[in-house]
């Protein structure tokens, strides 16, 4: 049996875990052939490919990002992509294809499925927003990094009598937001999933400075103000002839400035959030994916996806994985944020 | 209504997040009172109090150990231990106590509740054994403490051809000699749920070494050597008069020294796996712990205990937390270690 | 003798520790008083006070940030500035004053020194531009942050074959860039001393896809194009009004996608950057600073500012702490880059 | 120019960043070759070696220990040593021989180079005990390893007030101890250049619980009780017929458990200290001297060790790097320890 692998998307912490399981068992207990797709679908549509055996997946288990590249290439989008990657596996003899991903690769990997290509799928998502798995990995790092970063913020926060923004991951879905707002003692946390209003932000900066601590505001990059919030001032231009803010975060801090006078900064924490060596439970769970994938391959369990249900990875169908968003619950942003706030 | 709180047993990251959820929720939306008592179940056998409130919690999340202190008593060992602890609940007007431990404290919180105390558990362990909860909080902090330090010592192990061997926490159970040792990429893990051979990790060590790396192995401190393997051979003496070996890890690299000639040393994580900062899954499962306990007092839903079962906080009844241990199963410790190893 | 303290500018790890020393020493060796003066040069003008003692110092070396507050007032900018220090001192009773703080702090305290107030001070500054000591404290935190950014940086811009920019502190002087540039193996490091040409860097990037890496640029806040490479062109608004860059950071990545092709991302470190804990390094440095402080002031040696000359404590005049901005002079810039970027 | 380059002694993190400066300004500017010797002097001694070339030396900067292996052979011990060594450099064509360790290596450097060998030396050690150089890389990551236990240590010493001991690393000289625990906050630090009274250490624990707080004492490995402490005390046997007790830290512990009744537990941190990720400081002080090694020997300056003064990198006969063991001066451990103990 002869194996390929590919990985989609935006790169996370522990993509090459799941590529070390699945090669590691795949040689040493079913004698099977592995072959890298490089950059994502970018691979098996263009035939490129690089070797994968024990000895280069030995020592990839720490190291972040993928050592099989990655990209946003969708084949369903390019002409004859089908066609070509279904051309080239059967060039290569690959018998199967595992495909780790997020919500874009793996809904390639659901149609492919559907079109008779032999797929396996391993969820990936910085995010957290998969459904039909508790968690993915990726998260726990991206968490961690974040709740560092909001720790060393809150000395800054209080020598300064400011607010400090945070801005993180999170287009559609909040889990980065609550998780490390909550883990970092955020006083406020804004998520994609609850509207905010801008008078009420202030309004709690007002009551944090009144208590006498700062206030740390987490922010999810896909947040988004309350209707009438919007504004469209006349920003001034800096040296470089553009205004100074970026994404809600920078549009946060300067509202929060005009409303209630206190000096407001954003930090956007960008890449640093999807970098770097994996946490603890992004080691062990994307390990765990990749045994159970390849133990899918040799049972011909295909069009399955692997999840993390309870403390057991279970298989679950690839489609159920993408059909909906796995966003935060309100009940939980609620209960979290009353009484943290 | 008046509530008393206490942390019994080994102290563990989280004990403060659970103190700061149970008293903030409780005093914000159910105006709550509540009484501190010190040093596990002598607060309350000897009256040992403190005061909690929205000031003294506030800062406590990202701070390890207990702020209450914590201890071994055990009432139930103690002359008229019991009555001592209801007169004096009685006396400081409490209605419910809430008690965050291991094993023992939660054993004894079972055995008062049956005897018409009314108690509320939250599991703590840093070893993971406590039954009917997927974790605990802690163990992730634990397992990230001591992968740091598997991460650190591979690279002495390469550049001096020596196998190293670290010995980590768990008597019973071996979750985070499993889990540490899976995301350290060591080489072999000894847990004491499955004994081991000298021999057979004399001949990993020895193999490790033909394919051109160097061996890390993990082992908890209870783990256990075949029968037949222990020996007690005579001990060279040092300065101060006494052997230089200590726990199962040092004995286990004697071992290994003389049966493979390999210069074999032994790093023992000790106190420090079970100290300082939280990461962040243990801050946000303390946090929810401590509202959800604080929210079974309000419903009145005494003898229980929280539990995390997948993504949800659980009630499940005291007793089922400390009816048996829960270990590594085999298929696990053998599915993990067959291929990694 | 009565002593007040204050710490002015921005926030910097190891003002904490600069605090305990002066009280520690002061106190059980000297039996002197302490006034802590609050957020910076606005606590002697307004005569806002804390209490310093013992108890209170014990806990912060640790503690990022300073428990005395911080601002940028300059009394020499306000009516009366200086006659109201000095009748506040008075007041107080106060016989020394001891200023940490930068440029502006400093300033300000030779100024009062010039004036007749006894003033001692200590150096502070994250960008290490302050002249006549080897080193401040807060930089080799700063610089340990910045590195492990750049560390998890590696990786996505390897998986994504893309260039990364990060923008690091360092308006006038390029340190923080030098160091944690050289540490964090960047491709190409980028400092205010030194104009630098975007045709040379999108070189530089090109170069580096060329042999298999992705680049990682470092570049300091107040790093300069060269004359000519500045441009204004018509940028795209984003959904609330206003363009995507921000900082000389951003523009640079618009510019190496222009020119280049390459999709181009930059992480502004900001706040990030002067937050959290100190480093083993700046806990010591502040440490030594503090005890040399008080027993200047203990000696009478006024004007001075404590410095650092190879390992030991010296002291220097104030004034030559800010005669001159301490830059990276080209040789150390020249080799360092050429070799490694 | 063909250049051989090795690493010996201990390993220590930053030995990867000197070969890589070497290297990499080696070929870039100036053509020359390079072999690199494996595991110290064995390496000569047995003709021992591997390629070093640029894509060899590209990626380890942030990597622990050495890729050319150590080992702590001598080969002034050896017979015909020294010939071998020599007729192996000349059939390797080997021109000048770059050797970085500590004190046992570079002794031997000294004397190859008194009998004609061209030799340059960068020295290192963890312990900070060369003379001649302000600091050398290793030191800085151990010191910071060291305080980020001594940090976790706090809060379990705080919440079972219980004395604490950490045991670090220095044989003859107390450099780790001294800023680690400076760092650390911890009240009491003992090293081998001061013999410590076990009645004042106990003292001093009983005074920190008098005062409400925890003492962690750090105690160097090589630290001496202290004529008349020394005792030798039937110890009881564990279930492997051996005594509990290992080096100084836990002897320490077993003498204040029984002198003051305090349950008190030993940390030693062994070989996490010595191993891993550099910090800053170390990558970029080791990359200098990597730098500054190869243009001594572009200039002829042979016989030399590279050193810190200040913030330049000197070089200085290799002599007086070995010939006084630098400890730490008694007025530097009295003052800090006067004060934060």
């Known amino acids: 049996m002869r194996i390929g692998i590919l990985t989609g998307g935006g790169d996370c912490p522990g993509l090459n875990g799941v590529i070390r399981g699945v090669v590691t068992k795949g040689i040493k207990e079913y004698g099977y052939e592995f072959v890298g797709f490089r950059d994502g679908w970018k691979g098996p549509l263009e035939a490129l490919t690089m070797p994968l055996d024990l000895a280069t997946v030995k020592p990839i288990l ?30 290569q003899g690959i018998d199967v294809l595992i495909a780790i991903g997020g919500e874009d690769t793996l809904g390639v990997a659901t149609k492919l499925d559907a079109l008779g290509v032999k797929v396996i799928g391993v969820p990936k998502t910085i995010d957290n927003d998969l459904n039909n798995t508790d968690f993915t990995f990726g998260f726990d790092t991206s968490v961690n990094i974040a709740m560092e970063a909001i720790d060393r913020l809150h000395t800054t926060a209080e020598s300064h009598h400011r607010p400090l923004i945070v801005e993180v991951m999170g287009r559609h879905a909040g889990w980065i937001a609550l998780h490390s707002g909550v883990a970092g003692d955020a006083a406020c946390i804004l998520i994609p999933e609850v509207k905010f209003s801008v008078d009420k932000v202030c309004e709690y900066v007002k009551s944090r400075f009144a208590t006498g601590t700062a206030p740390i505001i987490v922010i999810a990059e896909g947040a988004i103000p309350q209707d009438g919030d919007m504004i469209t001032k006349d920003q001034p231009l800096d040296a470089f002839g553009h205004v100074q803010l970026s994404g809600i975060g920078d549009w946060l ?5 005009t409303k209630t006078g206190y000096q407001t900064r954003c930090t956007v924490l960008g890449h640093i959030q999807r970098g770097g060596t994996p946490s603890a439970f992004d080691r062990v769970l994307s390990s765990r994916f990749g045994l159970e994938a390849i133990t899918a391959v040799h049972e011909g369990d295909f069009g399955k996806m692997m999840a993390l249900h309870g403390t057991k990875i279970a298989r679950v169908p690839l489609a159920s994985a993408t059909d909906v968003l796995k966003t935060v619950p309100f009940e939980r942003y609620e209960e979290i944020t009353s009484f943290f706030g």
Chains 1, 2, 3, 4 share one sequence.
């Open 253 to 257: 801090a300067a509202e929060i400035e």
């Open 62 to 91: 720490a190291k972040g990002g993928t050592i099989l590249g990655s990209s946003r290439t969708n084949p369903f989008k390019m002409e004859n992509g089908v066609e070509r990657i279904k051309q080239n596996l059967a060039d």
